[in-house]
């Protein structure tokens, strides 16, 4: 196994070994939501990227990792959420005439356009209305909304996107007001200007020793964020914290770095002061050098309710503790009341569960300027002996951003899918997580449809090699010896240091290659197409003509598979060592009752040995005695072993089903008409009804060969059936649609024929003789019918001639 490297944005470069601070564990603090509203894909992103490294180390390098993360449950976000919708609330009880109605939504409208679109504002023909807002809106950003950036230069990003979001939200608003004073109507479909408006007016108004104003809000959205973190099977934290928790360790943990002169307190807040920080040989913005002078990301680490605070001594000092302003929570502390800033929050949170020291950090990538800049700056002053320089954390991991158009998804911009509406339309758990898998989890991801094929065209592959092994092993008949001869032939070669051959051989490359791809700082996509191509070998080798199938070494290849995406968190029923076989094999377990599992499986067999029996089948020996086959007692020996897999439960019932129905096809051709007919209308249930619909799949071959059992979701059999059934309706129907239009041609060709020759011209009013034929000879005005005309109805009149005598032969016998 290799030394393990990984990216570390501390070390900006290629991968730098891995040395955990203690041998054989890992320390690890990750930051965790900000709960204040539905979970969206870019945050499954993050945290199922996290979980994926965080398994590998787990399952495949066999790491005690201690992994903590937090529940961010107050900031300025969740403030101004929380606050909002509580003045919404009390807004919506008051008792507004239509009239006031009318004027409150235009003056949220003006005062939301003043803040965020001022271009609105300017303009000929008047104060802005609901009448002049959409042609001043195109004028004033019409480039933005059809595609094109603010600048008329490069690609649209997060201006555009944030722009985009506003006129979204005046828009819904001109709509939702234009001629309805509704107070429901208008307090849903112009909810995004009220709120801002509300807030300004009302604000203080707000008695916020009454918490519960924000904690039913963020108690809400972290149960909502673990159900979705659940669904994607992302393994849940060792030791979760919460800011609301830990406010006085939060204090006396700002009190220390005022003590050692790295902060000082100003009207009431705490900055941290980056001069006296960097004088004492300390380094700052070590992960993001190149921001540390960024205004926007600075402002945006100091929340929108942060700008108005003051007393700063340089420009980019940043708030440990602020002061709270009416409207928003507060605690007591040696400053007055307050609240934390957001970047001490993680820094104390993870010091006080990890220590002054941990191996990994880890977030989004938007994170490492200001927040993690901030964390490391503030714990390694407040941990820092002597004006030492100390390493607070030893590796940063960040993960890539999940785009949209060039936008990073995010909650703010409005450019986001939640997990929960992601999961009930476009994916499951397991193919959202194949589609990260297939970029590394530090760079930038945008989904595309090439993207989705390639992840759904990677899941297949898988899916349909454990089908086919598992059917093979059924043929054989002897599953566990298989399994068992392929592990052991294995590790006699590996003893006795004897090269492997054949597909062992490949096995042993393909066991090399996710070494060396996982080693290089958890190189996953490396690993999906090493799993892949060793698949592609093993097909090619069942599928060889020679007959020779090794079936131990594939087995050997689907359970190492099976291993793999264990570890890789795609079999949400699978768990440690992952030695079953296919997605989610021996997964069920001790949960399942054999009774209970094993019913669909023996109805069908009891069902089909009914109507077996039933048939007039003269009764040779090898029919008598598929008649008498005793399944029950292989399930009884299965559940006496301990099996709870309901495959395998199952496994007797279908295999003497089976058996059954190829024996009804091996008769079938010598059968008489009428019980022939009866025979294939029962096989053609029995694989396409009965079996689909408790998922089991019977794939017939040829040359008396028998079926092989392939256990197949039913949804996905029955989704296959009627696509096939609907595919042969539409073509019964094409061809009936064809019968009809020949029939309709047919009959034209005939009604036409019916016309005499000499008749076919004698109605045309161009013509006004004719000879004894029929043939034209004058025109309406007498002349002459001109000879290139004749020679052109004389070929048209031999042809009627023709079709006439046919239909004289058909019709009438002459």
Not at 97 to 118: D, H, I, Q, R, V
Not at 451 to 466: G, K
Request: charged share 30%.
């Amino acid at each position: 196994m290799d030394s393990i490297k990984v990216h570390n944005s501390l070390r900006p470069g290629p991968p730098v070994p891995f040395t955990p601070i203690e041998k054989g564990k890992i320390s690890w603090y990750a930051c965790g939501p900000t709960v204040y509203d539905h979970s969206h894909l870019g945050h499954a992103r993050n945290y199922v990227s996290t979980d994926i490294i965080r398994r590998i180390l787990l399952h495949y390098y066999g790491f005690d990792v201690k992994f903590v993360m937090n529940f961010t449950d107050i900031d300025d976000k969740i403030i101004l959420r929380a606050r909002r919708q509580r003045l919404l609330e009390m807004e919506k009880k008051k008792p507004y005439t239509e009239t006031e109605l009318g004027e409150l939504g235009m003056a949220a409208f003006e005062a939301y356009a003043k803040s965020n679109l001022p271009k609105l504002l300017e303009g000929d023909d008047g104060p802005l209305d609901l009448d002049n807002y959409a042609p001043r809106r195109d004028a004033a950003y019409g480039r933005v909304l059809a595609g094109g950036t603010l600048t008329g230069e490069g690609k649209p990003g997060d201006d555009e996107a944030k722009l985009k979001m506003h006129i979204g939200n005046m828009t819904s608003a001109v709509l939702t007001m234009r001629g309805n004073h509704d107070d429901k109507l208008l307090f849903s479909g112009a909810e995004e200007i009220l709120l801002p408006y509300f807030d300004s007016l009302y604000k203080e108004s707000l008695d916020t020793s009454d918490q519960t104003i924000f904690t039913s809000l963020t108690q809400l959205m972290e149960n909502e964020f673990t159900k979705d973190m659940d669904a994607l099977n992302v393994l849940r934290p060792d030791v979760v914290t919460r800011v609301t928790e830990y406010v006085p360790q939060i204090a006396r943990f700002v009190e220390k770095v005022v003590e050692k002169g790295f902060a000082y307190e100003a009207e009431g807040s705490v900055y941290f002061d980056i001069a006296a920080f960097e004088k004492a040989g300390n380094t700052y913005a070590r992960l993001r050098p190149e921001s540390r002078n960024d205004k926007a990301l600075q402002e945006e680490g100091e929340g929108s309710l942060g700008k108005s605070l003051g007393g700063k001594r340089g420009p980019s000092d940043f708030a440990l503790w602020k002061r709270s302003k009416p409207g928003e929570p507060y605690w007591p502390s040696p400053w007055g009341d307050g609240r934390p800033g957001w970047h001490i929050e993680c820094s104390v949170m993870a010091s006080d569960v990890l220590g002054s020291r941990m191996d990994l950090h880890s977030g989004g990538i938007d994170l490492a300027f200001p927040h993690h800049d901030n964390e490391l700056a503030q714990s390694e002053a407040y941990f820092c002996e002597h004006g030492h320089e100390h390493t607070w954390v030893n590796y940063f991991l960040h993960m890539g951003h999940l785009s949209i158009s060039g936008s990073k998804m995010s909650k703010s911009l409005k450019n986001f899918q939640t997990i929960k509406d992601a999961l009930a339309s476009t994916y499951t758990a397991r193919s959202m997580r194949i589609v990260f898998l297939h970029g590394r989890w530090n760079d930038g991801v945008e989904i595309t449809p090439s993207m989705r094929t390639q992840a759904d065209t990677w899941e297949t592959t898988i899916n349909n090699f454990f089908t086919n092994v598992k059917s093979l092993l059924v043929e054989a008949q002897d599953t566990t010896s298989a399994a068992e001869n392929g592990v052991e032939r294995l590790a006699i070669a590996t003893s006795e240091d004897k090269p492997h051959e054949g597909l062992l051989a490949d096995l042993e490359q393909a066991k090399r290659e996710v070494d060396a791809a996982l080693s290089n700082s958890f190189d996953t996509p490396q690993v999906l197409r090493t799993i892949a191509d060793i698949i592609r070998k093993a097909n090619i080798h069942i599928g060889a003509p020679n007959g020779n199938l090794e079936l131990s070494a594939v087995e050997s290849i689907a359970r190492w598979v099976t291993k793999m995406v264990g570890i890789l968190g795609l079999d949400a029923n699978a768990s440690p060592p992952y030695k079953g076989l296919g997605w989610a094999s021996a997964a069920l377990s001790a949960q399942v009752d054999p009774a209970t599992a094993v019913k669909p499986y023996e109805a069908v067999y009891s069902s089909f040995l009914s109507d077996a029996k039933s048939l007039d089948i003269h009764a040779s020996e090898a029919w008598t005695n598929l008649l008498s086959q005793s399944p029950g007692l292989e399930f009884d020996a299965l559940v006496e072993a301990g099996t709870r897999d309901p495959e395998q439960l199952g496994l007797p019932y279908v295999r003497a089903t089976s058996k059954l129905r190829d024996e009804l096809r091996r008769i079938v051709p010598s059968a008489a008409p009428e019980l022939k007919k009866s025979i294939l209308s029962l096989s053609d249930r029995i694989r396409d009804f009965d079996l689909t619909n408790i998922g089991v799949y019977l794939d017939d071959r040829p040359d008396g060969q028998p079926s092989l059992i392939k256990f197949i979701p039913a949804a996905e059999l029955i989704a296959a059936r009627e696509e096939k059934a609907a595919k042969e309706a539409e073509k019964a129907k094409a061809k009936e649609e064809a019968r009809i239009a020949r029939e309709k041609a047919e009959k034209e060709k005939w009604e036409k024929a019916k016309l005499a020759p000499q008749d076919m011209f004698k109605s045309d009013e161009r013509y006004s003789e004719w000879d004894t034929e029929g043939m034209p000879t004058k025109m309406k005005d007498g002349s002459e019918v001109p000879k290139t005309q004749l020679k052109k109805l004389k070929k048209e009149w031999d042809r009627q001639k023709k079709a006439h005598g046919e239909y004289l032969t058909k019709f009438r016998g002459s």
